[in-house]
């Protein structure tokens, strides 16, 4: 039966995008993933959108197509570039690419750490590092002291199962490592795998454990730090929600279970406590027994949008305020994404139904990006970027979003 859509967003609800540092500003060449590109492991990043010097106008896109808010990542690498030195002036840099988005009317959420790491700590041995937490909550802590009066709204960290797992255990993301046999054992679980030259060893397997450890530990200190210095701020992380589910049968229904206990319960009962808000990413589900045909994005993923409704509701558990911080479509012909965004809505407003506290939504993203190993040839971008010139380009599916937030809001 189709789904009949209902007015159910409240007043002050929040409509946006998102972007992060290093897939769009540009001439970060002091990070484990620039590094990386030297070595030939993943492609060059460069000036990627040229983003650091076009925000404002970039800005004034987002403020034209109807948002309310939008979601950045601060660049660590930029921030703290020798380890417990900190640079005032990238500092006053992200003020005023703060007061920007203020001036417009856009709520800024920051996400204080989005993958890349600073050389200095990557060559150290990153977040495998057992001082790796305190370093960490050293630098967020220092960020909400310079930035905490601009903005009311943080992550510590984005995706750390995605960051661990395709950094320790499939090898496709900074550091490379991997583990014997992990091709086969990952066959039939959503997301690509990049061929490149891995570190592979059993002793990855351990690593991948300890570097979740620590991100869990990392978090919660950061969390703590961060209340010191500004206690009136709302603190949370960003959690990539893959939807494992099941055609009913038993041996699917655990199987899911497991999965979904390790890829989310697992990390999240662990730091729930310590987030005053959670953001929500939704991509990716892997549904056992299934035999469904689905269309593809051009990550190769399956077009599903409405599993956005119960990535939702398994985090309704945790009784916080949630945000979509990112879902999106690789979409360079632009068919599919007006659609898709529609839908997610849809499914939205169902799982606001079922008594998740739902308060925005960011798409993933407002620009096209450097998508991590895939380079720039994935287009996830409302606004399509001629890297050459740098051209900007709003695609028809921004603007039949914006008529969606209009229709929402009102």
């Not at 540092?21 to 484990?32: F, M, W």
């Not at 500004?230 to 603190?235: K, R």
């Not at 729930?272 to 045909?293: E, M, P, W």
Request: aromatic share 14%; net charge neutral.
């Amino acid at each position: 039966m189709p789904y009949t859509s209902v007015m159910s967003f409240p007043k002050g609800f929040f409509w946006g995008a998102a972007t992060a540092s290093y897939q769009v500003e540009g001439g970060i060449e002091n990070c484990d993933w620039a590094e990386a590109a030297r070595e030939g492991r993943v492609p060059v990043c460069g000036a990627a959108c040229e983003h650091y010097a076009r925000y404002e106008s970039d800005f004034d896109i987002a403020k034209s197509l109807g948002h309310n808010c939008h979601r950045l990542s601060v660049e660590w690498a930029r921030i703290e570039p020798e380890e417990g030195k900190f640079d005032a002036k990238e500092i006053e840099h992200y003020r005023k690419v703060l007061m920007a988005l203020r001036a417009r009317g856009l709520e800024p959420f920051v996400t204080v750490w989005h993958f890349t790491l600073p050389l200095w700590f990557a060559r150290t041995g990153g977040f495998e590092r057992k001082d790796a937490p305190e370093i960490f909550a050293r630098y967020c802590g220092h960020v909400a002291r310079e930035l905490g009066d601009l903005c009311a709204h943080f992550a510590t960290m984005n995706e750390a199962m995605p960051f661990s797992s395709n950094g320790w255990r499939r090898g496709t993301w900074a550091p490379f490592k991997s583990w014997p046999g992990i091709e086969m054992a990952l066959s039939g679980v959503p997301g690509s795998m990049p061929d490149m030259k891995k570190d592979t060893s059993f002793r990855n397997i351990y690593l991948y454990f300890r570097v979740i450890k620590n991100l869990i530990a990392a978090h919660n200190a950061a969390y703590r730090e961060m209340k010191r210095a500004q206690p009136s701020l709302d603190v949370g992380l960003v959690h990539q929600v893959i939807l494992f589910h099941d055609d009913g049968r038993l041996k699917h229904r655990v199987l899911a279970a497991v999965l979904n206990w390790h890829w989310t319960h697992y990390f999240m009962s662990r730091v729930a406590k310590q987030c005053d808000s959670i953001g929500v990413n939704y991509y990716l589900h892997k549904k056992f027994g299934d035999t469904r045909q689905y269309s593809k994005t051009d990550m190769n993923w399956d077009i599903y949008p409405e599993g956005i409704e119960e990535a939702l509701v398994m985090l309704k558990r945790y009784g916080k305020p949630l945000y979509v911080s990112e879902a999106g479509i690789a979409d360079e012909k632009d068919v599919n994404r007006a659609s898709y965004i529609r839908e997610l809505v849809y499914a939205m407003e169902r799982a606001r139904e079922r008594g998740a506290d739902l308060r925005g939504y960011m798409y993933w993203s407002l620009l096209d990006n450097y998508e991590w190993s895939h380079g720039f040839d994935k287009r996830f971008g409302l606004v399509a970027i001629d890297y050459a010139t740098q051209t900007r380009t709003i695609r028809q599916s921004a603007y039949d979003y914006a008529r969606l937030i209009k229709e929402k809001s009102t």
